[in-house]
């Protein structure tokens, strides 16, 4: 019988590794596996030691104010491997927690996969030479990333992007002949992300009102408690706020304001126009600034190699600014419609569903 652990961080991650772990099973059902994660690779069943996914934090001083608990779950995380080592360990996006794991963990020798690459083209070069040093397979989620890492040694498959796995499993709900005008809200996951994002939708929602009376909004949240949050932060918009709704409001939304994140890809793939907007802690911004190496933080910008969805980020992240786009999206205009076609290419480029299914395959030849 062989185990695998995981490390998930992050509420996309628990979705994807939940993915991943249901085509493990299917594929080796006597597979054990464990992990850090979330709800959703814990009813994918893996047995869930402690919900990191459920607990994400983003941002340089966000992170510093838990330092001290984050530094206690990676070191009970160490010891439980040294004292049981698994016979693989897969390791989820998160880098900042998963590569200093992985440096740890190294000279256990246990075998190190890592699922869906550290956007080390964007932040830290030096991570490839680094990971280079650390992981036995690199499994990549974008068809630039193989390249990166196969000239540095590094053994490297590019499986495909796992949203497409997500949404072939859904069925959309009925369309009524007369639908009104649906617009998505899409604050983020984490907390300190809807507290800063989502007042700033709730304003360019109340400027669509005025152009359109008969507008309805929608907003996903990943949980109970983000979706109460939401609710206070939106002030009054009337917003229909669905926890896990994220499919449901992409099918239904004729344009989306979106936080910066895995969303903007989920948002693509429906073929859905979009602004994207970031705020984030000032001190932050400031510290990023210095490491990303790219012109765009949206990730359907970046690729494309170009901006195709407007972003608005920190002191630009205002009512006033977004609000004339989000009003040229939902008419038919020029740029919707020159929107629509480069969404259309974005997804040619994702490729179709499997990625799950062949990652999994990576894993067990590793096993």
């Keep these: ?39 959703r690779m814990e009813a994918a069943g893996m047995e869930l030691v402690y919900d990191l996914a459920g607990d994400a934090i983003m941002g340089f001083v966000e992170v510093l104010k ?27 996006d998160y880098p900042g ?81 007369e639908r009104p005008l649906t617009i998505g809200l899409l604050p983020g996951s984490r907390e300190q992300e809807v ?46 706020i669905r926890v896990s709704g994220m499919y449901d409001t992409l099918s239904l939304a004729r344009c989306c304001l979106v936080a910066s994140g895995t969303a903007t890809i989920e948002t693509a793939l429906f073929g859905v126009p ?17 490491l990303v190496s790219v012109r765009h933080i949206g990730m359907v910008n970046i690729l494309a190699e170009r901006e195709i969805a407007p972003e608005y980020i920190q002191r630009n992240a205002t009512p006033e600014r977004i609000l004339p786009l989000m009003l040229e999206l939902i008419e038919d205009s020029d740029r919707r419609n020159r929107m629509l076609a480069d969404l259309r290419e974005i997804r040619n480029r994702l490729g179709g569903p499997g990625a799950s299914q062949r990652a999994a395959a990576e894993i067990i030849t590793v096993l």
């Design 1 to 39: 019988m062989k185990r695998v652990f995981f490390i998930a961080g992050e509420s996309s991650g628990d979705m994807h590794g939940a993915n991943l772990i249901r085509a493990l099973r299917e594929a080796r059902p006597d597979i054990q596996c464990a992990g850090l994660g979330g709800t």
């Design 66 to 92: 838990k330092a001290l608990p984050i530094r206690r779950l990676f070191l009970d995380t160490l010891e439980q491997l040294r004292r049981d080592p698994p016979d693989c360990l897969v390791l989820i």
């Design 97 to 177: 927690f998963n590569i200093r794991l992985a440096k740890a963990v190294k000279p256990l020798g246990i075998p190190i996969v890592y699922y869906i690459s550290p956007q080390v083209w964007a932040w830290k070069r030096k991570r490839l030479d680094t990971l280079a040093r650390l992981v036995d397979k690199m499994l990549v989620i974008f068809p630039f990333e193989e390249p990166l890492y196969r000239d540095k040694g590094v053994d490297c498959v590019y499986v495909g992007h796992p949203l497409a796995d997500q949404i072939a499993q859904y069925t959309p709900p009925p369309v009524h002949a």
């Design 195 to 240: 507290r800063r994002i989502a007042p700033i939708m709730a304003a360019v929602g109340k400027g669509i009102l005025k152009h359109y009376e008969d507008a309805t909004f929608m907003a996903p949240c990943p949980s109970a408690a983000r979706a109460a949050q939401a609710r206070v932060l939106f002030d009054g918009l009337p917003v229909d």
């Design 274 to 290: 979009l602004g994207i907007m970031y705020r984030v802690n000032p001190v932050s911004y400031y510290l990023a600034r210095l």
